[in-house]
Nanobody, 118 residues
């Protein structure tokens, strides 16, 4: 089991910045995939940014150049720095972990609301 606790959401103006944090209850050093998804009003959940296979990163086209994912293995934490926020970034942001093994496992955080005003 992996518990994920997100923090850092809130209200920002367009063009502003927020940083999200996701703290895991165990070491993230060997986790296969860890990152962020979001679900906007009336939309399906979508990938925002993830680490795969260690340090490889994958970003949604809509956030490239504006958002940066980073990790601190010592703190078992992944961050999402969001700059140049747009109203369309408004969503609930979820931390996600996938562990590939004999039995694949997937865990989600509780979500944190990000609201961007124009």
């Amino acid at each position: 089991q992996v518990q994920l606790v997100e923090s850092g959401g809130g209200l920002a103006q367009a063009g502003g910045s927020l940083r999200l944090s996701c703290a895991a209850s165990r070491s993230i050093y060997t986790i296969n995939t860890m990152g962020w998804y979001r679900q906007g009003p009336g939309k399906q959940r979508e990938l925002v940014a993830v680490f795969t296979s260690g340090s490889t990163t994958n970003y949604a086209d809509s956030v490239k150049g504006r958002f940066t994912i980073s990790r601190d293995n010592a703190k078992n934490t992944v961050y999402l720095q969001m700059n140049g926020l747009k109203p369309e970034d408004t969503a609930v942001y979820y931390c996600n972990v996938k562990i590939i093994g004999f039995v694949d496992q997937e865990y989600w955080g509780q979500g944190t609301q990000v609201t961007v005003s124009s």
